[in-house]
């Protein structure tokens, strides 16, 4: 009897995690969609690339907002969420403040640090107010409030920029520096097991064009096309996610999924994706799949690209791909949305319940931990 209810403890326990993890995401979808939208027309490789040119290019610099956008505010959306999830408004107001010592601190988009340092930056203000409540003098409620807010959140920003920052920093360098191994030693379908996971974390372009694309190019240049070129920018496996989201979802996921694989298989913009898989963390199995069955049916067909497809559209991917690549590479676009929106779909369905139960009830974790306490009854 302590064994099950050890492990429904657990498993609750998990679905908490979850659903915060959710909780956080999913309110900053759009978002995430604007930013994928604004990078699909302006950068340079977009579908309207003179508008976001300089103003003395005859542009109108929307390409400025790409970036600010993806290392500023994206980021300091979820640490602002996560920590109202925490804390309320003031939780969210010291979680962000937090999270910009990490953001400033990092050259690369600081989500995980966000989704870390936004939660437990709101609780510790939490703790740090218990410790004089019901203390204060009355009209010095609010003197206390900003000035504690204040000294809390600046203190941490500080702390994140000193502490988190050179530890994310290794995070992605490993990554990278693994991922390059494995390209080394030849087995490139393990290499998915790096680079998805590394993509949900936006390290993708350093992934990308700090290891795969000058090793890809050094390959094309002997022998006019590589394989590595395809590891990071097939779009298969994010198509076949988002659409098991589109088929399966619920709520704000099903809805927003249609839209999201526009961005994603024609725009090209991958991140749009990777909150779907932050929402459920299990379906970074299905981006792992899909990634090794795509590598796996390009060593297979011996097909690759002529040069990086940028932005990571099905379109710029034909228009790189070699003239005798055309059959490999359609059927690793094919096959890794297949294998991807199967497993997806098996981990969607599985908590579909527990998705519709949020949805119509709002308090998710209650109605488990009730029904884990009713079992072990």
Do not use: C
């Amino acid at each position: 009897m302590s064994d099950i209810k050890s492990n429904g403890g657990f498993r609750v326990g998990v679905q908490k995690f979850g659903t915060f993890l959710s909780g956080m995401v999913m309110p900053n979808i759009s978002a995430f969609i604007a930013w994928g939208l604004i990078t699909a027309f302006f950068i340079p490789t977009g579908w309207t690339p003179q508008l976001g040119a300089p103003v003395e290019d005859g542009g109108l610099n929307f390409l400025a907002l790409v970036g600010p956008m993806i290392v500023n505010l994206l980021p300091l959306l979820i640490a602002n969420t996560g920590g109202r999830l925490v804390y309320g408004a003031r939780g969210g107001v010291v979680a962000t403040i937090a999270t910009m010592g990490v953001i400033v601190g990092t050259t690369i988009p600081m989500f995980m640090g966000a989704m870390i340092i936004g939660p437990l930056a709101a609780w510790i203000m939490k703790k740090v107010d218990a410790i004089w409540a019901g203390r204060i003098k009355p009209g010095f409620e609010m003197l206390v409030d900003n000035f504690s807010a204040g000294i809390v959140g600046g203190g941490l920003s500080l702390i994140a920029f000193l502490g988190m920052s050179p530890i994310l920093t290794a995070i992605s360098d490993t990554l990278g520096k693994g991922v390059e191994w494995l390209v080394s030693t030849g087995f490139l379908p393990a290499a998915s097991i790096l680079i998805e996971p590394a993509k949900v974390l936006f390290l993708n372009n350093a992934i990308n064009h700090g290891v795969l694309t000058p090793l890809g190019t050094e390959a094309s240049v002997e022998t006019g096309k590589s394989i590595l070129f395809l590891l990071e920018a097939n779009p298969g496996p994010g198509l076949g996610i988002l659409a098991a989201f589109a088929l399966f979802g619920v709520g704000l996921s099903k809805a927003s999924a249609p839209g999201a694989i526009i961005i994603h298989f024609l725009g090209g913009i991958h991140e749009v994706y990777f909150p779907y898989i932050l929402m459920k963390p299990a379906l970074i199995l299905a981006a792992i799949a899909g990634g090794a069955t795509g590598v796996a049916t390009n060593m297979i067909f011996g097909s690759g690209l002529r040069a990086p497809a940028s932005p990571g559209s099905i379109v710029a991917v034909l228009i790189q791909t070699a003239s005798d690549s055309y059959i490999g590479v359609i059927l690793s676009v094919v096959l890794s949305a297949t294998v991807s929106f199967l497993v997806a779909g098996v981990i969607i369905r599985a908590t579909r319940s527990r998705d519709i139960a949020t949805d119509e009830n709002g308090d998710l974790s209650s109605a488990i931990a009730q029904s884990a306490s009713n079992k072990g009854k």
